[in-house]
């Protein structure tokens, strides 16, 4: 079993910034891609950025020149830093990643951006 809890979220004036941590129980080289979600208020729950193994990474358009998706191996831990964050941002964020045939999910950090 592993578990996978999220920190850093809070609220945040448009254009500010939030780092966002993931930290594993187990050792994150044994799950594949990591990944981030969220889910804003009465919507789906959206894909926001994933980082292989291998350290490549990938990004939903909406968030591409502002979020940066990172691991640390030696602390077992995945970030999330936003930068110029917007209202349409405000959302549960949580954490994802597949170890073995189990899909893993944190129980999710909030984020509010509002003036």
């Known amino acids: 079993q592993a578990q996978l809890v999220e920190s850093g979220g809070g609220l945040v004036q448009p254009g500010g910034s939030l780092r966002l941590s993931c930290a594993a129980s187990v050792s994150i080289f044994s799950f594949g891609a990591m990944g981030w979600y969220r889910q804003a208020p009465g919507k789906q729950r959206d894909w926001v950025a994933t980082?292989?193994?291998?350290?490549?990474?990938y990004y939903v358009d909406s968030v591409k020149g502002r979020f940066t998706i990172s691991r640390d191996n030696a602390k077992n831990t995945v970030y999330l830093q936003m930068n110029n964050l917007n209202p349409e941002d405000t959302a549960i964020y949580y954490c994802?990643?597949?170890?073995?045939?189990?899909?893993?999910w944190g129980q999710g950090t909030q984020v509010a951006v509002s003036s």
């Open positions: 994802n990643g597949d170890r073995g045939t189990v899909n893993y």
């Open positions: 980082i292989t193994s291998g350290g490549s990474t």
